[in-house]
């Protein structure tokens, strides 16, 4: 087998063998979702296009993906690198990037089920009736634009110490979760909070979501911004690595 | 006085390992399992490693001593492919460093400032096995169980495991891919005594079978086990010379007591003084014999009072032994700045 495919298998199973993780990952999204779903407001329309009911999916998806993203991620990275392991991996035939690209590759490996199942609970309970096509389309794009989330979840790991990284990840989940107006429409919120939304990746993640169900266009802002976070945390990233490099610590 | 390479050839092969596997096609085993030239680096102004050379032929066992900061870590780190010289080259196993890391001859275990190194909620084998996957030529299972003494702790949860246990585990990673060079970093900072043991009886087997082994120690006892010792301070190679003059060094100790008498000569025709120190009142002597030094001194008719005998400082005495036989011309490779 070849290295990276056989250090990138030891770390799925190593994260799908942690109970914490999937309770974690499958656990919230789902709760949440059930909890949202007993809402009262179930018949509202969003900013006049979209039924609350399908808002509300798409938010979950984007609150699954970012719940699965920042923990697969976050903890386990600070924990190997102040344990050591990260560095014993440096003096191994494995490529030097290859640890932090293989825990963003995981990463985005785990998120892909966790906007599925969200999906099916959306189609099953939900009230969501989702085409053939609207479910590879939406399942697609979710995927694909998790990539600032589960950089977000690598530079955590990266810059933040072992024992602050869990609570860390914690308060982002939900920080981005509410602030981005995953757990509630943002345009019912005061402006300033409107504005502070805008300046989210959970946002704009939700946001390309909902467009793809409302049926119009997908706004490029979205995917802008997405895009920036991403490259900016994986700069930062980048900066680090360097510099532990040149300090023979990396 | 029995050197460390004697040692090594007396000793009986307990189980025989695989036969010693064929050198990859790459590097013809003329070539020197590494070689520094002049090399240098810098921490902005501060320069850590100056001007080191160094070369280690393949199938030697090197101890690497010195004190913290003396530039052990950085070359360390250079020779791992982790840092890059300033300046100089540096070349392994013919090629250089991060190519012969990537090419899997070189295994390294590291030493572990916090924690111990392991992921942790996995087992000893899945972490094993899956170490084992990177490399093209992996030891074989049962071997690395037995090398590192490792049974019964496969099925273990890594942070489980003992300070001793996690660096035995440390070892057959090391080990895993059946390495040309292997270098360790004090190795048995965490074990017991029988597993010390147990771990050098293996380096010695490794090393039968041709493994070029670099070990750094604060512990002069273990540097005992190297066939040669490279002494680095000042990002230099200060002292270097066979392990036998080591184990000199390893004897000598060190007398101080307060005396009205300052001549130098004096003290230097004792018995078994190698050197002499005056401050003040205070006398200092290095010597190979103490008992023979202090009968010595009694004869003499000297007066002395408040006389200590410790052990010598061992990189001091190693420097003065490697000087001594410099001067003399008979030990071979020593050099001393």
């Given at each position: ?8 298998r ?19 999204p ?88 969200v ?20 399942t ?84 802008l ?26 | ?88 080259s ?20 590291l ?24 490399y ?31 660096q035995?585990v ?73 392990g ?35 401050r ?58």
């Open positions: 087998m070849n290295p990276l495919a056989a250090f990138g030891f770390e799925l199973f190593r994260l799908l063998r942690s109970w914490r993780f999937l309770a974690v990952t499958v656990g919230f789902v709760i949440f979702y059930m909890l949202f779903l007993s809402d009262h407001s179930a018949r509202r329309i969003i900013d006049g296009t979209v039924p609350w009911r399908e808002y509300l999916m798409v938010s979950m998806c984007s609150f699954g993906a970012l719940v699965a993203a920042l923990n697969a991620g976050g903890t386990r990275l600070a924990s190997e690198r102040a344990t050591g392991w990260a560095r014993q991996l440096r003096v191994t035939p494995l490529p030097p990037w290859s640890y932090v690209g293989t825990k963003v590759a995981v990463s985005m490996v785990v998120v892909l089920p966790v906007v599925l199942l999906e099916i609970v959306g189609t099953t309970f939900g009230g969501v009736p989702l085409s053939a096509a609207q479910w590879f389309e939406l697609g794009l979710l995927w694909v634009t998790a990539v600032p989330f589960a950089v977000l979840g690598v530079f955590v790991g990266f810059l933040v110490h072992a024992e602050t990284a869990y609570p860390v990840v914690t308060v982002l989940m939900f920080v981005l979760g509410y602030f981005g107006g995953l757990f509630s429409p943002v345009s019912s919120m005061p402006a300033a909070l409107q504005t502070t939304a805008r300046l989210l990746p959970s946002f704009h993640h939700a946001s390309l979501g909902i467009d793809l169900l409302a049926g119009h266009g997908l706004d490029a802002t979205h995917w911004v997405l895009l920036g976070y991403a490259v900016v945390l994986a700069l930062v990233i980048l900066l680090k690595y360097r510099r532990e490099e040149s300090l023979g610590l990396a | 006085m029995v050197s460390p390479s004697t040692l090594r050839a007396i000793e009986q092969p307990g189980e025989v390992g695989p036969a010693p596997e064929q050198p990859l096609g790459s590097c013809p085993p003329s070539e020197p399992a590494f070689r520094f030239d002049r090399v240098v680096h810098r921490y902005g102004t501060t320069v850590a490693v100056d001007h080191l050379s160094l070369e280690v032929g393949r199938g030697e066992m090197v101890a690497l001593l010195g004190p913290n900061g003396a530039g052990k870590s950085t070359s360390i780190a250079m020779l791992l492919g982790l840092l890059d010289p300033d300046a100089g540096i070349e392994v196993m013919g090629t250089t460093p991060r190519r012969a890391m990537a090419m899997g001859v070189v295994g390294a275990m030493q572990q400032a916090s924690g111990n190194g392991l992921p942790h909620g996995e087992r000893v084998g899945t972490v094993l096995e899956m170490v084992r996957r990177l093209r030529r992996p030891a074989p299972m049962d071997l690395l169980i037995r090398r590192a003494g490792l049974e019964g702790l496969l099925g273990r949860q890594t942070q489980r495991l003992s300070g001793g246990q996690a035995r440390r070892f057959a990673v090391a080990i895993a891919g059946s390495p040309e060079l292997l270098f360790l970093d004090e190795p048995t900072a965490a074990m017991d005594i029988d597993a010390r043991r147990a771990f050098w009886k293996v380096i010695a087997e490794l090393g039968r079978e041709g493994l070029t082994i670099v070990f750094a120690t604060h512990h002069m006892e273990e540097a005992e086990h190297a066939d040669r010792v490279v002494v680095i301070n000042h990002g230099k190679v200060v002292a270097d010379g066979p036998a003059t080591l184990k000199a060094a390893v004897a000598i100790r060190r007398l101080r007591f307060t005396t009205k008498c300052a001549d130098q000569a004096t003290f230097d025709g004792l018995a078994g003084v190698t050197d002499v120190e005056l003040g009142g205070v006398v200092v002597l290095n010597s190979l014999d103490a008992d023979a030094t202090v009968c010595d001194l009694v004869r003499s008719g000297i007066e002395f009072k408040d006389l200590e005998v410790t052990g010598a400082r061992l990189e001091e005495a190693f420097l003065a032994l490697i000087r001594e036989a410099d001067a003399s011309g008979t030990a071979g490779t020593g050099q001393a700045s």
